[in-house]
């Protein structure tokens, strides 16, 4: 009857973190939004996105059922994750202008394939027990798990020089906090360290990326407040210049009839 009830609220648990996490995939969205109105990827970096996509991969093999049995929810979220990934990985290059970061983040995209790929082949073929799949496969998914987590550090540290936020979306620090809560409580349902270890893991540095995001709100404020300001007095100083010179009509520039 208890462990009836285990498997149950495992169950509830492992649905709540599939709905957080699609959430968690999706939250890139707005920032993607953002790149395809201004045509450019701007500073966004794809490290994020390239961990994840590598993490989603391994995540689905140690989901299999020759590897790692009963894990059914693990496998359904981290291929809706590896796709979503796909895609926005796919706009990324599409959207970005410097050749020799587009070159570099294909590269890695073909490493990371030809490594899951290999990885597949050799745990299936070699060992022949899930046990030894699970525990050769599981201590992979942590360090790919804890890279995935630990990716946004590179931005966390523009965040610390420009005192900006900007380029650290909120709603992915948010997502990954909730994430990593709700698959750090599946993996005690029962016990199993190697979802419990790199979520634990990846609680704490969502929840230093949302600490982050609250110390340094007030000042991303004034800096685009700022930009904005300089925008406008560098278009009026612009318009005052081509007055002077005789280009524009000083009348049509006030905004008077003739």
């Known amino acids: 009857m208890v462990s009836q009830l285990v498997n149950t609220i495992r169950n509830v648990v492992g649905i709540t973190g599939n709905v957080i996490a699609l959430f968690l995939f999706l939250s890139p969205v707005p920032t993607f939004i953002r790149i395809w109105k201004k045509g450019s990827v701007e500073q966004f970096s794809p490290v994020p996105y390239l961990a994840t996509l590598v993490n989603c991969i391994v995540w689905v093999i140690y989901g299999l059922p020759m590897v790692h049995p009963n894990s059914v929810l693990v496998i359904t979220i981290n291929a809706a994750g590896t ?14 202008h410097d050749k020799k970061k587009r070159l570099k983040v294909l590269l890695i995209i073909m ?26 496969v599981g201590i992979i998914a942590i360090l790919f798990n804890v890279m995935m987590y630990a990716a946004p550090l590179s931005v966390m540290k523009l965040v610390i020089t420009t005192k900006s936020v900007e380029y650290m979306p909120f709603f ?9 809560v709700a698959w750090t409580t599946y993996a005690f349902l029962p016990f199993d360290p190697f979802i419990a270890v790199p979520n634990g893991v990846g609680t704490i540095f969502s929840l230093a990326q949302l600490l982050l995001y609250a110390t340094y709100y007030k000042s991303t404020k004034r800096i685009i407040a700022a930009r904005k300001e300089a925008k406008m007095e560098m278009h009026l100083s612009l318009s005052e210049l081509a007055v002077a010179n005789g280009d524009v009509d000083p009348k049509k520039t006030a905004g008077a009839t003739p």
Not at 172 to 177: D, G, I, N, P, T
């Open 83 to 96: 796709a979503i990934e796909v895609v926005f990985l796919t706009l990324f290059l599409i959207f970005c």
């Open 111 to 136: 490493v990371e394939l030809i490594f899951m790929a290999a990885l597949a082949t050799l745990i299936l073929t070699v060992l022949h027990t899930t046990q030894r799949r699970s525990i050769i």
């Open 172 to 180: 992915l620090s948010l997502a990954s906090f909730a994430n990593g």
